[in-house]
Nanobody, 128 residues
Framework: QVQVLESGGGLVQAGGSLRLSCTYS????????VGWFRQAPGQRREFVAT?????????YIPSVEGRFAISRENENTNTAYLQMNNLKLEDTAVYYC????????????????????WGQGTQITVSS
């Protein structure tokens, strides 16, 4: 069974930066995809960014592109990051890391139902 754990949330002023970490355990292969989602109060959960562990291909929603960067450590550590810069008030949300095992060449996974394994979430609050 895959377990996912996020860390790195907190309170930050607008314009500041935070880095979230996502560590998964339970599998040892590298054929997986990591996605970050977020859910603001009263809003539906939305996709933020994704990275393919093998190809390092990534994709972002337009509102965070250029401000957020998704990355991973080497293949042996099972840790991904979401570097968030120039944070805005509208970035306030609970951020979730999600993992799926396996991918189709050329596919981008942006829907929550495509990820079977989820962390508990970490709160990001951006203040003015």
């Amino acid at each position: 069974q895959v377990q996912v754990l996020e860390s790195g949330g907190g309170l930050v002023q607008a314009g500041g930066s935070l880095r979230l970490s996502c560590t998964y355990s339970g599998r040892t292969d590298s054929n997986y995809v990591v996605g970050w989602f977020r859910q603001a109060p009263g809003q539906r959960r939305e996709f933020v960014a994704t990275i393919n562990w093998s190809t390092l291909g990534s994709y972002y929603i337009p509102s965070v592109e250029g401000r957020f960067a998704i990355s991973r450590e080497n293949e042996n550590t099972n840790t991904a990051y979401l570097q968030m810069n120039n944070l805005k008030l509208e970035d306030t949300a609970v951020y979730y890391c999600a993992v799926r095992i396996g991918y189709d060449r050329g596919s981008v996974y942006i829907f929550d139902w495509q990820y079977p394994y989820w962390g508990q979430g970490t709160q990001i609050t951006v203040s003015s």
